[in-house]
């Protein structure tokens, strides 16, 4: 879909719609505002949050959380990967453990390392750094064992080493999982950094959650929710714009419409594949 | 056989048999032939006979299990640096441009880019692709990128040039085309080349001689000169001699009961 000025309209006047809708419910049947608060006095809240500031010092420690954890993570992910993947012997030794890890819900391990790390910067930068890993780790992995088997064939051909193998074929061919990785461990990274901060910390907007939920603030609480998806929203553009410069050769990263050969499926492929790859991976 | 030899390419009781699970393939059976410096070599043969097994062992990715195979007197034991391989399609990196696809030969083998970009600028206006060397290969079309794969063959200059069914998945018009134009770079560079085809009268039209192979295990059936006046225009097709070459070729097929072409 486009967005056209006729688009952009009905998408305005739905959303309109949707919350006075929701404001005109929660009036009429008189629903209490620690149950479910009414847009405007969600608004409210919002307003009150970000005119002192509150939110602001809060939003930005956890973002600063995530995006170490994120750098962190996807960084030791991309490496363990390419190390799995390009050595037998590390995925010998590593192939058992990564998956036992996969299966496993990594958010549960957060009580644990907040017990380990304590309730400040670092056990929110682990936390989300051990969420954003794996993404990364699978779809490098795989990313790297794709590599076209005819494109193999013509670097031996032309008596390519395994490193000019790696550099000149394996590595750009993995780009695509890499980066569909990156989507995906940003997001974790968030997860990780707001689980950490429920379990134990002393700022943060899960912090902020949290004590609001005490209180039974329930406007509050929506009010972050709202800044919360916007910073998700936020992060990902991120990703689809370094996404665009690194992978200029591929025409669906221009919004073509035709491919025009099987190389264009094939990477489009590439990215529908590393959504397979995700989803052994769970938070 | 002597041990330096002025062919081109030497085979001698080549064989090559896979490892399945069910004991085994032989693709290639004890098969023999020369080919000497700058004729050019057509390989006819039904399908699953080897032919695709016998140009990875003579372009040094692939062992063979027995016999033995010379370039220009040496034996293969890997790849080399002096040959050239199109493969059935076109194996374009989608990351490089077309001057870049081109030119990578030049960077494994770490040649001056500068020098031979030059040459690849030349080649592709050889082939017909002036002007495209700065598109990407979703560009192009099949037929564009197939002979964005024969330049990347040329562009470190080898002396020989082995290809398979490189023009297999192109269309009748488009195909004709091409054999047009490979014959005339054969003619400009007169480099030794392995051809191998599903189809008896590219074969023919391209072909000094046309090596003709058994259904599996690929053994060589037999050994066709074709004795056209070159350069060969497709007109060439309409003459008796040309006819009389495919007749042949196919009622060999016929007589081994393996049809295809
Ligand atoms: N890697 C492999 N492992 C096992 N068997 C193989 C392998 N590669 C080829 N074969 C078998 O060897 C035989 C010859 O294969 P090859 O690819 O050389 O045939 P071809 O003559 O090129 O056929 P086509 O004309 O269809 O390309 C086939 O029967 C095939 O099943
Ligand atoms: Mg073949």
Redesign the pocket.
Known sequence: MRWTGRNLGLTLLLFALTIAVWEAVVRILQIPIFILPAPTQVGMALYRGLASGLYVEHLKYTLLETLLGFIVGSALGFFLGTAVAMNRYVEFFFYPYIIMFQSLPKVALAPLIVVWFGLGLTSKVINAALIAFFPLLVNTMVGLKSADEDRVSLMRSLAASERQIFWMLRLPNALPFVMAGLDVAMIFALIGAIVAEFVGAQRGLGMLIQSMNFNMDVSGQFSILLILSLVGLLLNRIITLIRRRVMFWDPSEKDLLEPATDDVAAARVGRGLPAEAKEGVTP | MAPVTTEAIAVSNLSKS???RDGG?T??DRTTFDVPEGEFVAVV??????????LKILAGILPASAGEARLRGTLIDGPRRDIGVVF?SPVLFPWRTVLDNVLLPVDVQRLDRGRYARVGLDLLSLVGLRGFDHRYPWELSGGMQQRVAITRALVHDPAMLLM??PFGALDAMTREHMNLELQRIWLERRKTVLF?T?SIPEAVFLGDRVLV?TP?P?RLLDDVRVGLPRPRSLDVMNTPEFGRHVHHIRALFNVKGGVDS
């Open positions: 896979y490892a399945t393939v693709a290639l043969g039904p399908s699953g006979c080897g032919k695709s097994t016998l059935q398979d069914e191998i599903h192979m599996r690929g």
